[in-house]
Nanobody, 124 residues
């Protein structure tokens, strides 16, 4: 099991940027695929981005492609989500998740451990 703690959320105007960070405990971080999910009020949780063991192996939901970038630093046990050109529809609680698999999944049930979430609010 890995413990995950997100940070970096906040309030930003449309068109602005935020960088989310997820700190992971444990010595085997490099063997986890990592994902970011989000949940807006009244909506179901949805996949945002994921990164595999190979940092070049990344996946994004269509609505964030070209605006969001997921990356990882195995030496620091951290995964990041750089969010640019933010839109009001990006407003949600963002969750970091870890999966004991080489290739990252895009479904929540493919992940084993979750953080507590960080709020991102984009004003118009």
């Amino acid at each position: 099991q890995v413990q995950l703690v997100e940070s970096g959320g906040g309030l930003v105007q449309a068109g602005g940027s935020l960088r989310l960070s997820c700190a992971a405990s444990g010595r085997t971080f490099s063997t986890y695929s990592m994902g970011w999910f989000r949940q807006a009020p009244g909506k179901e949780r949805e996949f945002v981005a994921a990164i595999g063991w190979n940092p070049g192996n990344t996946y994004y939901r269509d609505s964030v492609k070209g605006r969001f970038t997921i990356s990882r630093d195995n030496a620091a046990n951290r995964v990041y989500l750089q969010m640019n050109s933010l839109k009001p529809e990006d407003t949600a609680v963002y969750y970091c998740a870890a999966a004991r698999r080489i290739v990252p999944g895009t479904r929540g049930d493919e992940y084993d451990d979750w953080g507590q979430g960080t709020q991102v609010t984009v004003s118009s």
